[in-house]
Nanobody
Framework: QVQLVESGGGLVQPGGSLRLSCAASGSIFSIRSMGWYRQAPGKQRDLVATITSDDNTHYAESVKGRFTISRDNAKNTVYLQMNSLKPEDTAVYYC???????????????WGQGTQVTVSS
């Protein structure tokens, strides 16, 4: 089992910045990818950004140029630096980790509990 602990959400004014963190712990042999998704009220959960074990990144078009995803492999932690925030970025942000508990098992998908990001004046 893998536990994900998220932090860094909160209330920020339009144009402001926030940094989200997600630390993974537990039965981890290797992490294939880490990422962030978000879900606004009444909407589906959408991908925000992902980063693979070899640092390949992928961003949703709506956040390109404003958000940066990074990871610290030694700490099994993924970060999301969010700049130039807009009201439409308001959502619950969920950490996502794809990892293998042993060399002999398939990858599993794990989700964090979610952290609220509210962009409002």
């Amino acid at each position: 089992q893998v536990q994900l602990v998220e932090s860094g959400g909160g209330l920020v004014q339009p144009g402001g910045s926030l940094r989200l963190s997600c630390a993974a712990s537990g039965s981890i042999f290797s992490i294939r990818s880490m990422g962030w998704y978000r879900q606004a009220p009444g909407k589906q959960r959408d991908l925000v950004a992902t980063i693979t074990s070899d640092d390949n990144t992928h961003y949703a078009e709506s956040v390109k140029g404003r958000f940066t995803i990074s990871r610290d492999n030694a700490k099994n932690t993924v970060y999301l630096q969010m700049n130039s925030l807009k009201p439409e970025d308001t959502a619950v942000y969920y950490c996502n980790v794809v990892s293998r508990p042993t060399p002999y098992t398939r990858p599993y998908i794990y989700w964090g509990q979610g952290t609220q990001v509210t962009v409002s004046s």
